[in-house]
């Protein structure tokens, strides 16, 4: 392990330099890796662990969208793609990646084939942390592992492809091989992560659930309606608000917090930006810390997760996830966005 400063803590970190993909694939040379679930994560773990040389089957409803996807992902049925059932009994190592609410779903059927000595691997610490809601309980034979990438499956893979890695976190829940975390971080490098980062399925959990619900979709979602209406109220125009709420943040902004930090992208902006964004950045922070404590505790005693399992559960949830999403897609705010997208010369060619 790597010991690096961040900002003052020295944390420890797994490189695929010190772990290499040689060592990985040495790992798991006699492993036979099921990946169950082909939706979010599926995809580009299924595909990476391929590229890597571990063999590697896929689980999925027979028949459905996704089954087709993994078909015209170059997974054969028969071979490397099977139903569930029958992918979990030829497998070694379990990767669990279906959703938190189908994951309690399928929990009684996958169960049985969780035999002594084979490996549950999850990718988000949901089902284990709030067992006392999802009824997933393993048996104490098997190691019970996690590997979560930070960030979608799709970015995963799109890394993994232009010679990148999503770093991501692992965490032993049940070590019964006395060998699980040689293997996960086997499987962690294999499926593409940049470096590794050692957490438990709770702080994963709690600071995921956070994150989603906060900055990285629920209060960026938040601030960006609030901003475009005001802007409009005031008597901007929709082209004029969408850019300064979204467009310059997207295409310009966020890349180079991303190449360099926070600091750099202000040295990069106008005196004017600076002193107002540093500034109002203070006002900004101090307003929102108790919706991140109420955001925090809800998460925290499990209260977010009771919500996703009774909502997710329901037989109309497609329908209404659906409804919601488009209501959201007919705002002003996103109708501008896609002319805005549309006149961008990339979307122009031709």
Request: hydrophobic fraction near 35%.
């Amino acid at each position: 392990m790597a010991k690096i400063n961040f900002g003052g803590v020295w944390e420890e970190v797994v490189t695929s330099e010190e772990f290499t993909l040689s060592r990985a694939q040495e790992v798991l040379k006699n492993e036979t890796v099921a990946v169950l679930g082909y939706g979010v994560q599926g995809p580009g773990q299924a595909l990476n662990l391929r590229d890597n040389g571990i063999r590697v089957i896929v689980g999925q409803r027979e028949g459905g969208k996704t089954w087709q996807k993994a078909v015209d992902d170059g997974f054969v049925p028969g071979k490397t793609l099977f139903p569930v059932e029958e992918a979990a009994k030829r497998g070694t190592v379990i990767e669990y990646l279906l959703s938190d609410a189908g994951q309690t779903q399928m929990w009684p059927t996958l169960k049985p084939y969780l035999t002594k000595g084979k490996t549950l691997y999850f990718s988000h610490g949901f089902s284990i942390t709030y067992r006392d809601q999802t009824n997933v309980i393993p048996p104490a034979d098997i190691d019970v592992i996690l590997v979560a990438p930070k960030g979608s499956g799709r970015s995963l893979r799109t890394n993994f492809l232009d010679g990148s890695g999503l770093n991501s976190s692992y965490a032993i829940f049940q070590d019964a091989s006395g060998k699980a975390t040689e293997k996960t971080l086997a499987l962690g490098i294999a499926i593409g992560s940049g470096y590794l980062f050692p957490t438990t399925f709770e702080k994963e959990v709690f600071s995921d659930l956070t994150g989603e619900r906060g900055v990285l979709m629920g209060c960026l979602a938040g601030v960006m309606e609030a901003q475009y209406n005001v802007l409009r109220k005031n008597g901007h125009s929709p082209s004029e608000a969408f850019n300064e709420t979204v467009e310059e943040l997207t295409q310009s902004l966020i890349r180079l917090v991303a190449e360099n930090g926070m600091d750099w992208m202000y040295a990069n902006c106008s005196t004017t930006a600076q002193r107002g964004a540093l500034d109002w950045k203070g006002p900004f922070r101090d307003a929102v810390v108790p919706v991140f404590d109420k955001l925090y505790e809800s998460v925290r005693t499990g209260e977010e997760t009771r919500i996703v399992l009774s909502v997710n559960n329901a037989p109309d949830y497609r329908e209404k996830l659906n409804a919601e999403l488009e209501t959201m897609n007919k705002t002003e705010m996103w109708q501008a966005g896609a002319a805005v997208r549309a006149l961008r010369p990339e979307n122009r060619k031709g």
